[in-house]
């Protein structure tokens, strides 16, 4: 089956407590993108890759790092978390590198940060 | 840079009554426009797009979405909801060339019994 899969769910954690979400996809997609999703504000893009060792800046990349060592999985790391990055934040992939306008979602990670 | 307005952040409705959410965009070069939805606890899933040819697009589940250039608007229709319809739908938009898709803030849909 054909999916973008997320870990962890939920997680909860505290200032500072350097983290790191996965993300993994089984489609051999070229992009995948990170996004964060907020009451009122839609989702925002924190950074995308266009393919192994290429990403860049979204929107809202502070306090935010990805690497892209194999196409497949494309992990956001919190550095140094702080409550302002409490959100539920979904990764994406999409055939397309240039107008990835079909994007396929994991199914989310709420993060809360204490 | 591209800007995606949903109108409604939140739509209720009886069901089997008819709906419109609204979403209007603000770039005036060639775009490419889609419907998303998400239903509770659930990540975003693509309900239809338009990419080129026919403005008038349409989902499997009976939603259709008029590309509308004179107006930049895109907004999403059904002629009869259903209690499954309940979820959030977010509009986007990306143009020729660009690496990102821009959503909207989001409408909620709510369908009463």
């Known amino acids: 089956e054909a999916q973008v899969t997320q870990n962890p769910r939920y997680l909860i954690t505290v200032t500072g407590k350097k983290l790191t979400v996965t993300c993994s996809q089984n489609?051999?997609?070229?992009?995948m993108s990170w996004y964060r999703q907020d009451p009122g504000l839609g989702l925002r893009q924190i950074y995308y890759?266009?393919?192994?060792?290429?990403?860049d800046k979204g929107d809202v990349p502070e306090g935010y790092k990805v690497s892209r060592k194999e196409k497949r999985n494309f992990p956001l790391i919190l550095e140094s978390p702080s409550p302002n990055q409490t959100s539920l934040y979904f990764c994406?992939?999409?055939?397309?590198?240039?107008?990835?306008?079909?994007?396929?979602f994991g199914e989310g990670s709420r993060l809360t940060v204490l | 840079a591209q800007s995606v307005t949903q109108l409604d952040s939140q739509v209720p409705v009886f069901e089997e009554a008819p709906v419109e959410l609204r979403c209007n965009y603000s770039s005036s070069v060639s775009v490419y426009l889609f419907w998303y939805v998400q239903y509770p606890n659930q990540g975003l899933q693509l309900l239809l797009k338009?990419?080129?040819?026919?403005?008038l697009v349409e989902s499997i589940n009976g939603f259709e979405a008029e590309f509308n250039k004179s107006q930049t608007s895109f907004h999403l229709r059904k002629p009869s909801v259903h209690i499954s319809d309940t979820a959030e739908y977010f509009c986007a938009v990306t143009q020729g060339g660009a690496q990102k898709l821009v959503f909207g803030q989001g409408t909620r849909l709510t369908i009463n019994p």
């Open positions: 890759s266009m393919n192994v060792e290429v990403t």
């Open positions: 489609m051999n997609h070229e992009y």
């Open positions: 994406a992939s999409s055939l397309h590198r240039v107008q990835p306008g079909e994007l396929f």
């Open positions: 338009y990419l080129s040819g026919s403005t």
